[in-house]
T-cell receptor
């Protein structure tokens, strides 16, 4: 099955820095979701996006639904140590019922 | 508290044995899913069920079986036919027609 391309694959940043990551698809999606996974745990839903161009925030996190409907972006402002983890994007197209397609993940590590 | 539970957290089996992983949810969700995650990889869909007594194969169903006799429960059996069963297994659920999936804490299966 298809997996979405996430970039970058991993990143080391310093505490207080802003972070940007993106997710691209060869298919159009109607919904984009962003999850965070801590080591050994299940992913936790951070943000859901439903319309092209939509910009949604959750605390220090902001995500955008790309206008082409083939990409999405996640920004984290003023990173803190607990932001460490793997961030996954997921998309759902119109004809795939409730199935999601997941990205390959961006591993974030924050140094003090 | 509403949520998804998976048990056990860690499971060890000998090669050639079937093993069943438990997934229960009290969110009143109609749809449930099983994913497999290998180290450093994204999530791959094994099976999903949109309603009681019905389920469909995902991208990597070979060597696995499921049942959906109750709305709350969606157990996954890893059979001896699965060539590389050692992995982290995640269960998720979603409301009818909703894209957002909510995950359990996962079960790490090790087969030796």
């Amino acid at each position: 099955g298809q997996q979405l391309n996430q970039s970058p694959q991993s990143m080391f940043i310093q505490e207080g820095e802003d972070v940007s990551m993106n997710c691209t698809s060869s298919s159009i999606f109607n919904t984009w979701l962003w999850y965070k996974q801590d080591p050994g745990e299940g992913p936790v839903l951070l943000i859901a996006l439903y319309k092209a161009g939509e910009l949604t925030s959750n605390g220090r996190l902001t995500a955008q639904f790309g206008i082409t409907r083939k990409d999405s972006f996640l920004n984290i402002s003023a990173s803190i140590p607990s932001d460490v983890g793997i961030y996954f994007c997921a998309g759902r197209g119109g004809g795939t019922a409730s199935k999601l397609t997941f990205g390959t993940g961006t591993r974030l590590q924050v140094t003090l | 508290d509403g949520g998804i539970t998976q048990s056990p957290k860690y499971l060890f089996r000998k090669e050639g044995q079937n093993v069943t992983l438990s997934c229960e949810q009290n969110l009143n969700h109609d749809a449930m899913y099983w994913y497999r995650q290998d180290p450093g990889q994204g999530l791959r869909l094994i099976y999903y069920s949109q309603i009681v007594n019905d389920f469909q194969k995902g991208d990597i169903a070979e060597g696995y079986s499921v049942s959906r006799e109750k709305k709350e429960s969606f157990p996954l059996t890893v059979t001896s036919a699965q060539k590389n069963p050692t992995a982290f297994y995640l269960c998720a659920s979603s409301g009818t027609g909703k894209a957002e999936q909510y995950f359990g804490p996962g079960t790490r299966l090790t087969v030796t």
